[in-house]
T-cell receptor, first 113, second 110 residues
C-alpha cells in the first residue's frame, strides 16, 4: 500500500539552484496538492490540481511552479531556490475536491543555504 | 485569509489520562477533518466530519462538528504512548481550500 510517494526525502540546495520535487499516488485520485509546513504555522497550500491537465494557485505560490504530468504524478519545481523556501514539503491527493479527506506523503525536507 | 485557532498548542499528560483539544474559527465550515502527524511522517487522517452536530468515534478517539459549524473538538480517552504526536484540525469552506490549524503537540509521560 504505497499511497502517496514523495522523492527525495531530504535535499540541501544552495541559494539560486533549482530542483523538482516528485510526487506520485496510486489511489487513482483526481485531485493532488502541494503544501509546505513551517514550525508553528500548520500546512499552507502552494498549488493544487483538481484534475489531470489543470493546476491552480494556493495560498503561497510565489517562487514555485507545478506540473500535473498525468493522473498519478504531480511535481513541484523551485526555479531559483531562496532560504525562505527552507521547509518540509508535503504532497497529498484526494478523490474529489477540498471537502474530501486528503492523503499525504511522508514529506520532503528541503534546506536552502 | 481564513484562520483556524487550535488549542492548546501543546499538552503534557500522564499515560491513561483523557485528552481534549479544539479548533475554532470566525468562518463557517462545511467539513472538519482531524489528522495526526508522527515525527518524520505525513499527516494521517483520523476522523472526518460532514454535518453540524455530528459526533464520530474511531476507537478511543471521538470528534464532534460544532452546531454553529465554526468549531470542532477531538477527545482521546485513556491515552497510551503511541498517541504522542501532533494533531491538526482542518476545515473546508466549500470550493475553497482546506484550512489547517497550527497543531496541538501531545507529549505523554509513562
Amino acid at each position: 500500500n504505497a499511497g502517496v510517494t514523495q522523492t527525495p526525502k531530504f535535499q540541501v540546495l544552495k541559494t539560486g539552484q533549482s530542483m523538482t520535487l516528485q510526487c506520485a499516488q496510486d489511489m487513482n485520485h483526481n485531485s493532488m496538492y502541494w503544501y509546505r509546513q513551517d514550525p508553528g504555522m500548520g500546512l499552507r497550500l502552494i498549488y493544487y490540481s483538481a484534475s489531470e491537465g489543470t493546476t491552480d494557485k494556493g495560498e503561497v505560490p510565489n517562487g514555485y511552479n507545478v506540473s500535473r504530468l498525468n493522473k498519478r504524478e504531480f511535481s513541484l519545481r523551485l526555479e531559483s531556490a531562496a532560504p525562505s523556501q527552507t521547509s518540509v514539503y508535503f504532497c497529498a491527493s484526494s478523490d474529489g475536491g477540498f471537502n474530501q479527506p486528503q492523503h499525504f506523503g511522508d514529506g520532503t525536507r528541503l534546506s536552502i543555504l | 485569509g481564513q484562520q483556524l485557532n487550535q488549542s492548546p498548542q501543546s499538552m503534557f499528560i500522564q499515560e491513561g489520562e483523557d485528552v481534549s483539544m479544539n479548533c475554532t474559527s470566525s468562518s463557517i465550515f462545511n467539513t472538519w477533518l482531524w489528522y495526526k502527524q508522527d515525527p518524520g511522517e505525513g499527516p494521517v487522517l483520523l476522523i472526518a466530519l460532514y454535518k453540524a452536530g455530528e459526533l464520530t468515534s474511531n476507537g478511543r478517539l471521538t470528534a464532534q462538528f460544532g452546531i454553529t459549524r465554526k468549531d470542532s473538538f477531538l477527545n482521546i480517552s485513556a491515552s497510551i504512548p503511541s498517541d504522542v504526536g501532533i494533531y491538526f484540525c482542518a476545515g473546508n469552506l466549500g470550493a475553497q481550500k482546506l484550512v489547517f490549524g497550527q497543531g496541538t503537540r501531545l507529549t505523554i509521560n509513562p
